[in-house]
């Protein structure tokens, strides 16, 4: 007899459906997996004969073999426990061969017989759908991310004992699911910036349009306290964008056990000694990366310089096309990363070219040094360049009496809202097609001359006219006007602080 059991891989941020199949034989009582199976896959032979034996079930005293198909597709993890055990108990003639029918099963086995959560829970639960299968039988720490996906059934247990229990009973109460947390009154406020009212209002852009924003200041100036409020003003997550940010989180194992779905941005800071795998993905098998791990929210990079201009390079594809894909020699594999860049710097090494207080200490070729670090393609793709001038003194007595967060929150969400009804979906200035907006916001000839004029005077690229395009298209948006007017190219003309001709050692 053969007992058949369906699970699934996870393969970058998608399900792929696996079948395990049992056949015992009479022989030496052994247990071999085929398929091929990672070390952790051919692990699973202990801890799944040690959990039928203290769950008080039967294990079979006869050969057996375990076939995972199909055969070519790479199997790493611990989440094939539970469907192998099931599988085995089918074959034993313990469990019937109807019990496990339309199910998909995931699960790691202790050896106590306790079922501890896996990663990837709602890509299997996605997959489930998509295949029309009844529903999915999961560890009750992954009951909640697997009901995020709706149309499927989720029955969760602690143990082995409660999954055969599960799949033979006809019906099976699920406790609700429960409340999330309330958030705590303390997190940092837009209000608690002093000052910078430009810088604010080109990060309030940003947000609107989901543009890429790179900052420069000398030391102090509230360059990494802006970006971290960033989130704070940002829209939450829609179900789509939700559904795809929880499951990128549940693969690379962040999701805390027992969370449904994100709702609230992600915002990710790596260091600068993180090396290019970290960031963009990748190893043997392969894992999300930094970018994609902010995939829909904030990528803060302080101190971009520091940054290996290799490592910083790497950025310019995904940040362009939403995506990456990396190529192993079994299996290619998408991650997205559809972010907003945020990158803070220093105008010089010593951080303070330009102060009109402290002296600049560096040579010549200490800033040209530090200059070359940051190539003009990848400055290019970023859309809103500024600079951020020392506070004054004066600023700093009171409180600070500036806009709270959810004032700033609304103003970005109405702006979103109009880009919603003229694309349609989730998709924002900073990343729609430049043929779809052309078609949808075409600007006035007038309007265009002054633009026009800009990129040929600052000897602009045709990235850096689109660009720009897309900002002042934001920029109309927050003032709730359908047609882009010369005020907003000429703003929007402002936030190109790399472009202009003279100026500080960083103009160019």
């Known amino acids: 007899m053969v007992a058949k059991v369906e699970s699934a891989a996870v393969i970058g941020v998608e399900g792929q459906p696996v079948e395990v199949e049992v056949q015992t034989s009479q022989g030496t009582p052994l247990m071999d997996i085929v398929g091929l199976p990672e070390l952790s896959v051919r692990e699973s032979r202990v801890r799944v004969r040690s959990a039928i034996r203290q769950a008080g079930l039967k294990f079979p005293t006869a050969r057996v073999i375990v076939n995972l198909a199909p055969a070519d597709l790479r199997k790493e993890g611990t989440c094939l426990d539970l469907p192998i055990a099931l599988a085995v108990l089918v074959a034993g003639g313990g469990l019937a061969q109807t019990d496990v029918d339309g199910w998909l099963a995931v699960g790691e086995l202790a050896l106590g017989g306790q079922l501890r959560p896996v990663r990837g829970v709602l890509a299997v639960a996605e997959l489930a759908r998509t295949l029309g299968k009844r529903g999915v039988l999961c560890c009750r720490a992954n009951a909640a991310e697997a009901q995020a996906v709706a149309g499927i ?58 543009h890429n924003i790179v900052m420069v200041g000398t030391p102090g100036t509230g360059k990494t306290m802006l970006s971290r409020r960033l989130p704070e ?82 950025l310019r594809q995904p940040v362009e096309d939403g995506f990456v894909t990396i190529a192993r020699a079994r299996q290619v594999v998408r991650f997205p990363s559809r972010v907003m860049l945020v ?17 600049c200490s560096c040579t010549e070729t200490q800033q040209q040094r530090y200059l070359s670090r940051l190539s003009g393609p990848l400055l290019d793709r970023i859309d809103i360049q500024i600079a951020l001038e020392p506070l004054p003194p004066r600023l700093l007595r009171g409180r600070p009496r500036g806009e709270r967060s959810v004032t700033v929150r609304a103003r970005v969400m109405a702006a979103r809202a109009r880009q919603r009804a003229r694309y349609g979906g989730e998709i924002t200035n900073g990343a729609v097609p430049m043929p779809q907006l052309r078609r949808s916001s075409p600007i006035a000839v007038e309007v265009h001359d ?36 010369v005020e907003h190219v000429a703003e929007a003309l402002q936030y190109r602080h790399f472009d202009r001709p003279a100026g500080s050692g960083w103009a160019r």
């Open 153 to 210: 059934e989720v029955r969760a247990a602690d143990t082995l004992t409660e999954a055969v229990a599960a799949v033979q009973a006809e019906t099976w109460a699920e406790p609700p699911p429960s409340a999330p947390a309330a958030e705590v009154d303390g997190r940092p406020c837009w209000s608690d910036v002093r000052g910078q009212d430009m810088a604010k209002r080109a990060m309030e852009v940003a947000a609107a349009g989901g």
């Open 233 to 314: 003003i940002l829209p939450p997550l829609g179900d789509s964008e939700a559904l795809t940010v929880t499951k990128v989180h549940s693969i690379a194992g962040l999701l805390a056990p027992g969370a449904g779905l994100m709702r609230r941005r992600p915002f990710r800071a790596p260091h600068h000694t993180g090396s290019a795998t970290s960031l963009v993905g990748g190893g043997s098998t392969p894992r999300p990366g930094e970018v994609s791990l902010a995939h829909g929210g904030v990528l803060f990079l302080d101190e971009l310089p520091e940054f290996p201009r290799t490592v910083i390079e790497t």
């Open 343 to 359: 990158a803070a710097l220093n105008p010089c090494a010593c951080g303070w070219a330009g102060s009109s207080v402290h002296p």
């Open 450 to 485: 002054l633009l026009l004029e800009a990129i040929a005077q600052f000897g602009l690229s045709p990235r850096a006219h689109d660009r720009i395009w897309r900002v002042a298209r934001t920029i109309a948006d927050l003032g709730d006007s359908d047609a882009v007017g």
